[in-house]
């Protein structure tokens, strides 16, 4: 066999190697998240999260009575892993209540809800992407925007009671089952809400379990590693140091984020067994009267594709196309 024989049939082996690889779902789940440009919109959220989200939960923490503050903080502080002096500095965020609250007056708490719904828009932006779904209205977002940054909160609260109530020992497989269960609800509500309805509660259910799981694990690994970025950026830029660490938290709670919102719209629009399940006796993953879907991108995507914002390049915006690209079952009855 020649050179050119020995080329063709390495290329060959790694055609059909790529093409068992495109069946299976981990593939899917990884074009869903070029599509919705992971690395961009990761990158974003943890940014509006670390600017818009965190002043919120120090204002509104300082504005709840002294039981809740200590259990908001108590459940950050566990989730971001957080000992020792960087414990201390965030201790010292929520314990200064009386001068946030001096601070803040009418227009700090206007600007407060405008952070709320800033953030609220950048994670409905996710969401949207990964199900396809056409924009929504922004003026609505303020109002579920600071609704859902107070079911969050209401859920850091919970916790942290449950935590501080069960403490250590017998009680925390009780506290961790609660914490887990809790993440679930949290995100499943989460996905609807941002979804705006559109998607059937059933089928959103399957990203609240993926999301819930993935950051569940991520904040238990935080324990093992964020102390010592902590302490090192501390030791190298200061106070600085910790907001850099918090940022590098944020940005891998925000990959979980797009995990479980990538993943839940592929398994939902499976033809098979598992795309039965997840959307049950209904063919059809959206509510009646629902918009359709926006079609798949026109070409094949590239991790580069995943660097940069579609809103920039045209060429990589879903375009109207003739047929319904979707597997059979997910098509909506109203077409």
């Known amino acids: 066999m020649g050179r050119s024989g020995w080329v063709d049939t390495a290329r060959g082996r790694v055609d059909a ?12 789940i990884w074009e869903r998240m070029l599509e919705t440009e992971f690395v961009d919109r990761s990158v974003a959220l943890a940014a509006k999260a670390f600017v818009s989200f965190f002043p919120v939960v120090i204002v509104v923490a300082a504005l709840a ?23 201390a500095t965030a201790r010292q965020a929520f314990a200064s209540s009386n001068d946030v609250r001096r601070a803040t007056g009418m227009v700090g708490l206007i600007f407060t809800v405008f952070y709320a719904t800033s953030f609220f828009t950048a994670l409905q932006r996710v969401y949207l992407r990964a199900w396809r ?3 929504s209205g922004n003026i609505m977002n303020y ?21 501080s109530l069960v403490g250590g020992g017998p009680g925390t497989p009780v506290f ?21 309805g559109q998607v ?35 030791h190298q830029y200061g106070f600085f140091g910790v907001s850099l660490a918090l940022v590098t938290w944020f940005s891998g709670a925000a990959i ?19 795309g039965r399940w997840v959307r ?52 909506h009855e109203y077409e």
């Open 256 to 274: 979980c984020i797009l995990v479980g919102a990538c993943a839940a719209p592929v398994l939902a629009e499976d033809p098979g067994r598992i």
């Open 200 to 234: 059937r509660r059933r089928v959103v259910l399957v990203s609240g379990v993926i999301t819930g799981i993935a950051l569940s694990g991520y904040a238990a690994s935080a324990s093992v590693w964020m102390p010592g970025i902590v302490t090192r950026n501390q």
């Open 280 to 331: 049950g006796r209904s063919p059809s993953v959206l509510v009646p009267g629902a918009a359709p879907a926006l079609p798949p991108p026109p070409r094949p995507l590239r991790l580069a594709d995943a660097l940069r914002s579609s809103e920039d390049d045209e060429g990589i915006q879903p375009q109207p196309t003739g047929g319904d690209s979707r597997p059979p079952g997910t098509r």
């Open 133 to 135: 779904r056409p924009p």
């Open 65 to 87: 009575p002294p039981s809740i503050r200590s259990s908001i903080l108590t459940t950050i502080t566990s989730r971001f892993g957080l000992t020792g002096p960087a414990l």
């Open 143 to 163: 109002v579920r925007g600071p609704v859902w940054m107070l079911a969050v909160l209401a859920y850091f609260a919970v916790i942290g009671g449950v935590q």
């Open 17 to 28: 190697v790529r093409a068992s690889a495109e069946r299976t779902f981990l593939w899917r």
């Open 176 to 196: 961790l089952l609660a914490a887990f269960a809790g993440s679930i609800v949290l995100w499943w509500l989460t996905a609807w809400l941002m979804l705006v």
